[in-house]
């Protein structure tokens, strides 16, 4: 379980967990997915590459089609100053959801269905607190992926 890596994108956006339970109202998750997909655009390739690349034009002009294959996904809060690691159950829930959204928006994924997402893995890192409040996503080539053209 992920051993392939295939992409890894930063973006300068802050992953919260909404402790205190999803909105009932729609506007919270419209507001936040529109937060998650302008960080995703300005965001940069960390792999494979350097982080010199752009999403924007990663996505543009290297991957203009979404994977065609199973991926699992990590996504990593990165803390910054003053932060505080979250309970391990509340990584991925809260405006995670919304970074899913936007990604599938933002054509990596055909959906967020598990027909094209294996595993989301929640992941949080202390050691980076320069670089943070930021999200880190790593997609990873599935052990479930019986198709051979994912990378």
């Given at each position: 379980m992920f051993e392939k890596r295939i992409l890894t994108i930063s973006i300068d956006a802050e992953l919260k967990n909404?402790?205190?339970g999803q909105s009932r109202h729609w506007s919270t998750a419209h507001r936040e997915k529109k937060i998650m997909t302008t960080a995703l655009q300005q965001g940069r390739i960390l792999y494979p590459g350097d982080g010199n690349l752009r999403f924007g034009v990663f996505s543009k002009e290297i991957m203009p089609h979404p994977f065609d294959c199973i991926i699992d996904l990590t996504v990593t809060?990165?803390?910054?100053?003053?932060?505080?690691?979250?309970?391990?159950?509340?990584i991925i829930r809260g405006n995670c959801k919304q970074l899913i959204d936007a990604i599938v928006d933002a054509n990596l994924l055909v959906d967020d269905?598990?027909?094209h997402v294996g595993r989301v893995l929640g992941m949080q890192d202390a050691s980076q607190r320069d670089r943070g409040p930021a999200i880190e996503i790593t997609f990873w080539e599935s052990p479930d992926e019986q198709n051979l053209s994912c990378s």
């Open positions: 909404q402790n205190s809060r990165i803390l910054g100053k003053g932060q505080r690691l979250f309970d391990p159950d509340s269905s598990s027909r």
